[in-house]
């Protein structure tokens, strides 16, 4: 048998495994001294020692005359991961960010490598039927009273809140009027609260429906009686309307009370959608499933597990009760799903999604599932909101820090005792600038605020304190 040149062998086929053992070794290795070599969540320096940094290392970038596959791998993953902010570091919780489980990033390798293209069964033959399985059976947990469940695989947030916007408009647009069938009718309006999340607005426009009625949100929920006057008010002057809550708000974790605002849109006859792509992994804990009370009522529910799932990106979710919500993505290209393939019995892939080619994200979801099961991922959901609670508590405790208010779910909101704005943006960015730790930012009708957002289910109270303590030291006195 011929042997391919170094660096050309494939990751497939019978062989393909002994071709990546090595490599993954000095992948490994390089994984082991970045991390080393950055010595804490954020590389120090900020964005130009950063970039000066990668630009040193990998000169030549594009060299005429390769340097071989160990050695491009060893100079490149060690550099990414010098510089890479680390969530699995306890001080690194600024963001929606979560540290991978190992095991699902073993999956996530095997799927690269098998690389099945999810746009057409004879491309993904295996995972086409596993994402079948593994989709409906977390639909079955959103919607547990629903005969025939199902979701769609997306990007994340944003792809599911995109695609409920598109539904929503596809199943409320009617050609005409009754009484003037040529007449256009009315486009979908959204509404949606202050506390929405950013795509709710961008995929509107995308869509080229009208700028969606923002409510105001002074306590960071969308509230039932703002709704009821809203809807009430466009009774009558507006056509289909779209009501949109969130359960996990970016900024604080805020859950808007679902039950009732789907009370609300029952009544007005409005379409609800529920962007629960921080929240929905509360659907794994028997302790806090309950915050999610009214999620099977939505029509659709976007769900996230790169962020309370422990997924590497992407791994997001857009469910329904039924597959004729779903009617409106269908799509035919002869090359793909030919009527007399879909009449012969080979699945239609290529309705599922809004992509043509895409990876099977699902093999890591499913190998998690099975492995860790419901009662082990809720234990992990439980473990990462008692770390909040714990951070709240020594921010109550401490009496140089104010605490927005008690986690809702794994966010917490705080500021040094009399700090402004500006003082705050400042320690924040000197964190980041040091490496010591990465917060986030949250502006408030009661100011700007730091945001320690909690996803390392493994966050010790220790941690916690010397985060605390990292602030306070750049706090001027």
């Not at 970045?34 to 990998?58: K, Q």
């Not at 010591?436 to 700007?448: D, E, S, Y």
Request: hydrophobic share 40%; proline share 9%; with cysteine.
């Amino acid at each position: 048998m011929t042997v391919p040149p170094a660096g050309t062998a494939l990751a497939g086929g019978t062989n393909g495994p002994r071709a990546l053992r090595p490599l993954l070794d000095t992948v490994l290795d390089a994984l082991t001294t970045g991390a080393e070599d950055r010595a804490g969540p954020l590389p120090p320096g900020g964005p130009d020692t950063v970039t000066r940094a990668v630009r040193d290392a990998c000169h030549p970038v594009f060299p005429d005359h390769g340097t071989g596959p160990h050695t491009a791998l060893r100079t490149l993953v060690h550099t990414l991961t010098a510089g890479a902010a680390d969530p699995a570091d306890p001080h690194c919780a600024a963001h929606l960010h979560c540290p991978p489980l190992a095991l699902a990033t073993a999956a996530d390798l095997a799927a690269c490598a098998l690389n099945p293209s999810m746009d057409s069964w004879d491309q993904a033959p295996a995972a086409s039927a596993l994402e079948a399985l593994t989709s409906r059976a977390l639909a079955a947990l959103v919607y547990p009273q629903a005969t025939d469940p199902d979701a769609l695989i997306t990007t994340g947030g944003t792809e599911s809140n995109q695609l409920a916007l598109l539904l929503a408009r596809e199943a409320t647009t009617p050609a005409g009027t009754a009484t003037d069938p040529h007449r256009p009718a009315r486009p979908l309006q959204i509404v949606c609260g202050a506390n929405a999340h950013h795509s709710i607005p961008r995929s509107a426009w995308l869509l080229g429906l009208p700028e969606p009625l923002t409510l105001p949100t002074p306590d960071g929920i969308l509230t039932p009686d703002t709704v009821h006057t809203c809807l009430a008010n466009l009774a009558g002057r507006a056509g289909p309307v779209l009501l949109t809550a969130t359960a996990g708000t970016t900024d604080s974790g805020a859950i808007d009370p679902l039950a009732d605002l789907a009370d609300v849109a029952a009544q007005h006859g409005a379409r609800f959608h529920i962007d629960a792509a921080y929240g929905g992994a509360l659907l794994f804990s028997d302790t806090h499933r309950n915050a999610l009370h009214g999620l099977a009522r939505a029509h659709t529910v976007g769900l996230d597990l790169h962020k309370l799932g422990w997924q590497p990106v992407a791994a997001g979710l857009l469910a329904v009760p039924g597959p004729a919500t779903l009617a409106p993505l269908a799509h035919q290209a002869d090359y793909l799903n030919a009527d007399d393939d879909t009449e012969a019995g080979l699945p239609d892939l290529l309705s599922r999604s809004l992509r043509t080619t895409r990876r099977p994200d699902i093999l890591k979801i499913a190998v998690t599932l099975k492995a860790l099961g419901r009662h082990g991922l809720g234990e992990l959901v439980d473990r990462t909101l008692a770390a909040a609670q714990t951070l709240a508590d020594l921010i109550e405790d401490h009496p140089r820090y104010e605490l927005h208010s008690r986690p809702a779910l794994s966010t917490v909101l705080f500021r040094p005792t009399g700090a402004d704005d500006t003082t705050l943006a400042t320690i924040r960015r000197t964190l980041l600038t040091d490496g010591q730790a990465v917060l986030g930012r949250a502006t408030t009708p009661t100011g700007l605020w730091l945001k320690a957002t909690l996803l390392n289910p493994h966050t010790q109270p220790g941690d916690l304190t010397t985060l605390l303590k990292l602030v306070e030291g750049h706090t001027p006195r």
